[in-house]
């Protein structure tokens, strides 16, 4: 009997420990221009491409968006982005990468991801928020 009470104790705790949201930021910090092509990324919704934008821009920097077949080198920087939504009691931003390349090269790195957190109810955040956020540490 006591090993079912421990059981129903711990079995919580073990569900939770695997609804873990990860977010990861490698600042670009060596970056020789304030101008940033973006590659667009026509799946992801637009209001991603917006709030990255609109944050570059608060931040003194200038856009320019580039198709999305274009290659790494197409200009002194160049940014890539993906978003993904999901569905758990309302639509959310599960996960979120933006790179930056600067003459072809990685040079920052930011990635926000709640796919494993399908436990973890601070998942429901507001998706231009997290850009923002996401921006203001990638370039700082």
């Not at 200009?75 to 930056?100: E, P």
């Not at 930011?110 to 996401?134: C, P, V, W």
Request: include cysteine.
């Amino acid at each position: 009997m006591k090993s079912h009470k421990l059981l129903f104790l711990v079995m919580p705790l073990l569900l939770l420990s695997g609804c873990n949201i990860k977010q990861n930021v490698q600042p670009a910090t060596t970056l020789k221009t304030k101008e940033v092509c973006i590659i667009n990324n026509p799946p992801v919704r637009a209001g991603f491409l917006t709030a990255y934008r609109q944050e570059l821009h608060k931040k003194g920097y200038k856009t320019k968006i580039i198709a999305e077949n274009s290659p790494l080198t197409s200009c002194r920087v160049v940014s890539t982005y993906m978003g993904k939504w999901s569905w758990d009691m309302a639509i959310y931003l599960s996960y979120a990468n933006i790179n930056v390349y600067q003459y072809g090269k990685l040079v920052g790195n930011a990635t926000y991801d709640s796919r494993s957190g399908s436990g973890n109810m601070s998942k429901f955040i507001h998706a231009d928020e997290k850009i923002q956020e996401l921006t203001r540490q990638l370039f700082p």
